[in-house]
């Protein structure tokens, strides 16, 4: 089995990377520069129409969204133990990546690009203001969930992690204050411990840097 996954520095395709790289198997990754565009290009465009990132090439056949993509990684690989088996707390783990992929990291892009989703003169900085007020209460959601807790989904690391690693790591690229919410501080510092996570932070630097 190929896998090939298409990843852009700094942008959420860190969560497969990480999830990869927790996965032990092969697989290799095809840079797409967001900066250069690459994303919109017609040869990224027929392999992913959506023109972003990631996509998982699965032997040619592609995968998208980071949700699909866990998911499959884990199933993939069950002797991992990349996500939760048990039904109740599969479901629970599905839940809260979906409220990564749909309740923080959308508001996270309005705070990045706030001209991208209202163009009215004078309104940047209130679509920035209330993309943070909406980031803010989900972290608040987020981590009185994680009060107690070593991993998302309690003792055992998951998948769920690497996705709840990226919001909280993009959140403070973005300067957003985050002093308020400590559990998922220490949450965010024990994942910059794990192997998978330095190996993806430096693979990410090392692109940047080539990309200079």
């Not at 699965?58 to 993509?69: K, Y």
Request: aromatic letters at 8%; a neutral charge.
């Amino acid at each position: 089995m190929k896998l090939t996954l298409y990843y852009a520095p700094i942008a959420c395709s860190l969560v497969p990377l990480i999830t990869l790289n927790e996965s032990g198997a092969p697989f290799d990754v095809h840079t797409v520069l967001l900066a250069k565009g690459q994303q919109k290009t017609p040869e990224y465009l027929k392999l992913n129409p959506k023109g972003k990132v990631p996509a998982l090439a699965i032997d040619g056949d592609v995968l998208t969204e980071n949700v699909a993509i866990l998911s499959w990684i884990a199933g993939q690989f069950p002797e991992r133990h990349l996500l939760p088996t048990e039904p109740r707390a599969a479901a629970k783990a599905l839940s809260m990546m979906a409220f990564c992929a749909s309740g923080i990291h959308p508001h996270l892009g309005r705070a990045n690009a706030p001209l991208r989703f209202c163009d009215h003169p004078g309104s940047e900085d209130a679509t920035r203001r209330l993309a943070i007020d909406e980031v803010l209460k989900a972290f608040a959601v987020v981590n009185d969930q994680l009060v107690g807790q070593t991993w998302a989904c309690g003792s055992q690391w998951s998948a769920v992690d690497a996705y709840l690693f990226w919001v909280w790591r993009r959140a403070g690229q973005l300067k957003i204050d985050l002093s308020a919410f400590p559990a998922l501080n220490a949450h965010g510092a024990r994942m910059g411990e794990r192997d998978s996570v330095k190996k993806a932070l430096a693979f990410e630097a090392e692109t940047l840097a080539k990309a200079a």
